[in-house]
């Protein structure tokens, strides 16, 4: 079992970087940039739409999460804070920070793009947040 997820994220991770999906959604002005990260290492999975419909997604379990419901799945509370060490991989999730998902703070880092991983990962919380579902 093991070995199927590395090689599903194996697959995850070269078709992140090569994926060119349309932006179905608009990147509202205040995500300063996070929509490029999101659209290079998360769509795979995640979807255009971050609704967890991304192409690598049927093949997943647990399936991808639907992004926009952060905040709802929260209570109406979207934790900044703790996005980020989802994302960074210091606050493992089922399915995302443990075994089966990159840490993506490492893959940032390891990128060819020199930003800093501490802006990168605060671009794409603040995208998320952006894009969470309203009330």
Same mark, same amino acid.
């Given at each position: 079992? +093991? *070995?199927?997820?590395?090689?599903?994220i194996? @697959?995850?991770?070269?078709?992140?970087a %090569?994926?060119t999906?349309?932006?179905?959604? =608009?990147? $509202?002005?205040?995500?300063?940039?996070? #929509?490029?990260t999101?659209?290079?290492?998360?769509?795979?999975?995640? *979807?255009?739409?971050?609704?967890?419909?991304?192409?690598?997604?049927?093949? !997943?379990?647990? #399936?991808? =999460?639907? !992004? %926009?419901? +952060?905040a709802?799945?929260?209570?109406g509370?979207?934790?900044?804070?703790q996005?980020?060490r +989802?994302?960074?991989?210091?606050k $493992?999730?089922? *399915?995302?920070?443990?075994? &089966?998902?990159?840490?993506? *703070?490492?893959?940032?880092?390891?990128? @060819?793009?020199?930003?800093?991983?501490?802006?990168?990962?605060q671009? !794409?919380? &603040?995208? !998320?947040? =952006?894009?969470?579902?309203?009330?």
């Amino acid at each position: 079992m +093991i *070995g199927r997820i590395r090689q599903t994220i194996l @697959v995850a991770m070269v078709l992140s970087a %090569t994926y060119t999906a349309p932006v179905a959604l =608009a990147q $509202p002005p205040s995500t300063g940039g996070g #929509r490029p990260t999101f659209d290079l290492y998360c769509v795979s999975c995640h *979807g255009t739409s971050a609704k967890g419909d991304g192409p690598l997604a049927s093949s !997943l379990t647990p #399936r991808p =999460a639907d !992004l %926009t419901l +952060i905040a709802k799945r929260n209570g109406g509370t979207f934790d900044s804070d703790q996005i980020a060490r +989802i994302i960074d991989g210091r606050k $493992p999730v089922k *399915g995302h920070g443990g075994g &089966e998902m990159p840490v993506w *703070g490492d893959a940032f880092a390891k990128s @060819v793009d020199k930003t800093p991983v501490e802006e990168k990962i605060q671009k !794409l919380v &603040e995208y !998320l947040q =952006a894009i969470q579902a309203k009330p």
